[in-house]
Nanobody, 128 residues
Framework: QLQLVESGGALVQPGGSLRLSCATS????????IAWFRQVPGKEREGVSG????????NYANSVKGRFTISRDNAKNTVDLLMSSLKPVDTAVYYC?????????????????????WGQGTQVTVSS
């Protein structure tokens, strides 16, 4: 059974940095593409960044491009999201999600419907 657990959410000042981690278990991480999403109350879940199963291809939403960096360590079964130059609009619950690499490149679209397994989320608040 797929399990994803996010950690690292916190209260941070504008301009600050934060690293989120997604710990996975129950499956070989190398067989899955992983993405980070975020959601605020009353809005749809938004794709933030994704990474291919081998880590060679990444994708970012325009709103975070140049500020966020996604990475993965298949040996340690973790996927990280380094967030820099944080803004109040980045405030949200952040989720990591997995989809089998066998499904092809659909993960690249960063659409929630393309991901099968989800973590419980971690709160990020950017405020002074």
């Amino acid at each position: 059974q797929l399990q994803l657990v996010e950690s690292g959410g916190a209260l941070v000042q504008p301009g600050g940095s934060l690293r989120l981690s997604c710990a996975t278990s129950g499956f070989p991480l190398r067989d899955y593409a992983i993405a980070w999403f975020r959601q605020v109350p009353g809005k749809e879940r938004e794709g933030v960044s994704g990474i291919s199963s081998d880590g060679r291809v990444t994708n970012y939403a325009n709103s975070v491009k140049g500020r966020f960096t996604i990475s993965r360590d298949n040996a340690k079964n973790t996927v990280d999201l380094l967030m820099s130059s944080l803004k109040p609009v980045d405030t949200a619950v952040y989720y990591c999600a997995a989809t089998p690499a066998a499904y092809g490149t659909s993960w690249f679209r960063l659409k929630a419907a393309d991901f099968e397994s989800w973590g419980q989320g971690t709160q990020v608040t950017v405020s002074s």
